[in-house]
């Protein structure tokens, strides 16, 4: 049962083959069995699960039908989740139970979804390899002793070991993208503005977008359906309307335009990753579409003008974090400001106070100019590159990582070591593109994503890319030995 993407789920439940409980008590039982091997969850939520489970199984009896109703899945756990903790994987939030439900959770809920759990994620989605979590590092199902990628890496680290179809992810620089690459999942960020971000615990506001971890593009446009669309909460939610993403999977990629810019092959990119690349190029050159080089001359700055506009913003963010309203709090505090250094010293982990340190340098009176309005500068002109390739092709297609998935603690000593894996993923966040990584193949054991970038709101032209592609590869269909 647990092998079900959440199309083969839906289509089950709709035949009576079997009902919302049963699946979710096989995988209930399935994730205490595995998951204290990865550590992908902060929280479960067996009771919430079962009551939702059964309540879906009403509504079906009822004659009420739809993709989501009854289907298991998980939140990163800074979706803010009435009266469950909410801990963004911090000591600062360990104690934090939301008052009210996130939009996306709220709005998949309605759906009829089934929430098993937490996942659990880098802390504050600082990170890339889901190392920096107050609840311990999460291991690669592929391999336990790799990284799954971050921050999401608890919800891609359960959904490729199997113990459920799908979860939701947020990606700030790459967070959705890198771990579903890491894992061999199709993850998808979407268009800035189109999934709210209202009850999501914020990093940098202006960059980040909630999307979903799953197996196929097919499930990702199911999933992403019941989370799009317009939120008066979120003065950046976008009021477009909301296509049918699953009818927009099956069209032709004939004649479709593929750019594939110079700057992703430099000296950093793994040759092997390379090689896959091409492969995938080739494959989509044989479903009609039309390749082109072009260029992206602007990406070189892009990992220095993020390394400044997220910390900057998170250095707002967190303030809000002061052991005074909600959250931790340090003991027997002398004043006020013994009360927020302790509780904030004592409450962030080492990567939270680098970064907030950074942002506030950067955003200070003298270093403004230099800094971050020089790197708001550089992302004017990251989005003008990536206009000017989209007058010239549909679909912009590049490795999602310039490595695999490295050791667990090999690149703890070093920050600036892991911001660099980040150079692919991180541009779609400055210019607000929609980007999916999907996979692609292996390499030592480990798998390799391919991304596609597409204009502002088509992402039902990067799923229709990916369901062709997978239609075509078996690469997405590849278990970890284990699960
Ligand atoms: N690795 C990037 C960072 O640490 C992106 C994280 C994310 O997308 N949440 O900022």
Redesign the pocket.
């Known amino acids: 049962m647990h092998h079900m993407t959440l199309a083969e789920i839906a289509r089950g439940l709709a035949d009576k083959k079997f009902s919302s409980e049963e699946l979710t008590q096989v995988l209930l039982a399935r994730i205490a069995q595995l998951d204290p091997q990865l550590n992908s969850f902060i929280s479960l939520t067996q009771e919430l699960a079962l009551s939702q489970a059964k309540a879906a199984d009403a509504r079906r009896a009822n004659g009420e039908t739809g993709a989501l109703l009854g289907a298991p899945i998980a939140h990163k756990d800074l979706f803010c989740t009435q009266g469950i903790r909410t801990s963004c994987g911090s000591k600062m939030l360990d104690n934090f139970k939301a008052p009210y439900d996130a939009t996306v959770v709220a709005k998949l809920a309605a759906a009829g979804t089934v929430t098993l759990g937490k996942t659990n994620m ?1 802390e504050f ?4 390899a889901n190392e920096s979590s107050y609840y311990g590092a999460v291991k690669n199902p592929w391999n336990l002793e790799h990284v799954p990628g ?3 890496g608890g919800s891609a680290a359960a959904v490729a070991a199997r113990l459920l179809p799908a979860a939701t992810a ?7 993208r ?1 771990p579903a690459a890491f894992t061999n999942l199709t993850g998808l960020k979407p268009t800035y503005g189109r999934v709210s971000r209202w009850g999501m615990i914020a ?2 506001s202006s ?2 977008q909630g999307g979903q971890l799953a197996r196929t593009a097919e499930d990702c446009a199911i999933l992403l359906q019941g989370m799009a669309g317009f939120d008066p909460n979120d003065s950046t939610s976008i009021d477009e309307p909301v296509p049918d993403y699953s009818a927009s999977l099956n069209g032709s990629l004939q004649g479709l335009r593929i750019g594939v810019p110079k700057e992703y092959f430099s000296a950093g990119l793994d040759p092997r990753i390379a090689e896959l690349v091409h492969n995938s190029v080739k494959e989509l050159e044989k479903l009609g579409a039309v390749i082109k080089e072009i260029s992206l001359p602007n990406m070189q700055h892009a990992i220095p003008a ?2 400044v506009i ?1 910390p900057a913003e998170a250095s707002s963010n967190l303030s809000r974090f002061d052991g005074v309203r909600f959250g931790y709090r340090c003991e027997n505090p002398e004043n006020l400001i013994d009360l927020y250094k302790r509780s904030r010293g004592e409450g962030f982990g080492a990567e939270v106070q680098r970064r907030i340190m950074v942002g506030a340098y950067a955003l200070s009176a003298g270093y403004y100019d230099a800094y971050y309005l020089k790197a708001q500068k550089i992302r004017r002109l990251v989005k003008n590159d990536f206009m000017a390739a989209f007058n010239e092709v549909d679909i912009i297609l590049g490795p999602t990582t310039p490595n695999p998935a490295w050791k667990l603690g090999a690149k703890n000593s070093d920050p600036v070591a ?2 660099l ?2 150079v692919y ?2 541009t779609a ?1 400055l210019a607000g593109l929609p980007g999916l990584s999907m996979p692609a193949g292996f390499v030592d054991g480990l798998p390799v994503g391919v991304q596609l970038l597409a204009p502002y709101f088509q992402e039902g032209r990067l799923l229709n890319v990916a369901h062709q592609y997978q239609l075509n590869t078996d690469w997405h269909t590849r278990t970890p030995t284990g699960f």
């Open positions: 880098d989605a600082m990170g890339s971050g921050s999401s947020t990606d700030t620089g790459g967070s959705i890198q990093y940098a960059l980040d993020y390394y997220a892991e911001y894996e980040d993923t991180i966040n």
